[in-house]
């Protein structure tokens, strides 16, 4: 709908923070989360920068509001949940705290659209895998002293993307029937090898 | 195309061994690995179950040749060389020895064909995971005396899938940079947790 206003960046109004969150979920679902900037959405919601930051205090609570589209906890407080677990539990706790991340009313789904959507397009961008590596996964590595612990996040984060295509959608009997619990020790010790063990 | 034969197994002939390996195809692709008997293979080949055994050792020799369709070693030949490593460096050569089960010209693009159609049809099967997991991993576990091994066997195979996803269709910087032999490694880690450590 071509606009009746002179060219140039809208100050702030009633749905200026709606149209913020609408640029961001274009730009993620398209570019991914990594190579997404705030400068860049608020170019595409066609706002001054200085009003992103106003509404939001970063790329991660921006992405949570447009991409999950449901309340999650902020990811820093989710490093803090898995860093005050025992070191020899980082991976069960890590488990158990990103899986409730998919547990959340919808956030499976979407995962799973996301997946899909990425298995049958060119651009194969996930953002919420990419988000969680980042923002969790990686930075629960890093305070291991880990160096290469950006790649340790995108191991980790694999694991979740393999575990939820097997049962999800690839139905895998014993994934199905196993109970939580089982589920969050057994993926633990692979990912306590990759967040918290060297090489 | 109608026969003019009586109707009547027949006895085996020229083609035989093409058409069992035809119908063999048909059944893996739409009912998965697991579930498909010999018997049921003879059934839809219209021969005589005797002749499936004739020109076939077993049902994963059946399997290789039907939908791997390129010439892969005998997966009690892969379990016995991946018992050969010792106990601590199972892991790692597990994923080796899998992994060159990928590498195979033709057999990384048919893995992700599977991965795809598993995810769009609503019949989640893939009978190369299946097969993987039952025949080759599932073995390793149980030659460890876990009880649990066809699980066991499930979640390696669930690495591979994850892995393969991250990598070939999501594209994860770290991953498609990884050297093979820092992979194995590292993969070879949480495959030690799956297959061969106590939980």
């Not at 809208?10 to 400068?39: C, H, M, Q, W």
């Not at 547990?103 to 979407?110: C, I, L, S, T, V």
């Not at 961008?125 to 996040?153: C, M, W, Y």
Request: net charge neutral.
């Amino acid at each position: 709908m071509p606009s009746n206003r002179p060219r140039g960046r809208r100050p702030g109004g009633a749905n200026t923070r709606a149209e913020i969150v609408d640029a961001a979920l274009r730009l993620f679902s398209t570019e991914g989360y990594d190579k997404v900037s705030l400068r860049q959405i608020a170019r595409e919601a066609d706002v001054d920068p200085a009003l992103v930051h106003h509404y939001f205090e970063n790329k991660a609570e921006l992405f949570t509001l447009a991409v999950i589209a449901v309340p999650v906890e902020d990811p820093s407080e989710a490093v803090q949940r898995i860093l005050e677990a025992p070191r020899d539990q980082l991976g069960e706790r890590a488990v158990d705290v990103v899986m409730a991340t998919f547990e959340r009313p919808g956030a499976g789904q979407r995962f799973i659209a996301l997946l899909r959507a990425a298995m049958n397009s060119g651009a194969p961008t996930n953002p919420l895998s990419e988000f969680l590596a980042r923002e969790i996964l990686a930075k629960v590595a890093d305070a291991q002293g880990h160096p290469d612990a950006a790649r340790r996040g995108q191991l980790a984060m694999m694991l979740f993307i393999g575990y939820v295509m097997a049962r999800d959608i690839m139905a895998f009997p014993a994934l199905v029937k196993q109970r939580r619990t089982e589920m969050v020790t057994q993926l633990g010790k692979a990912m306590q090898a990759f967040l918290v063990d060297p090489w």
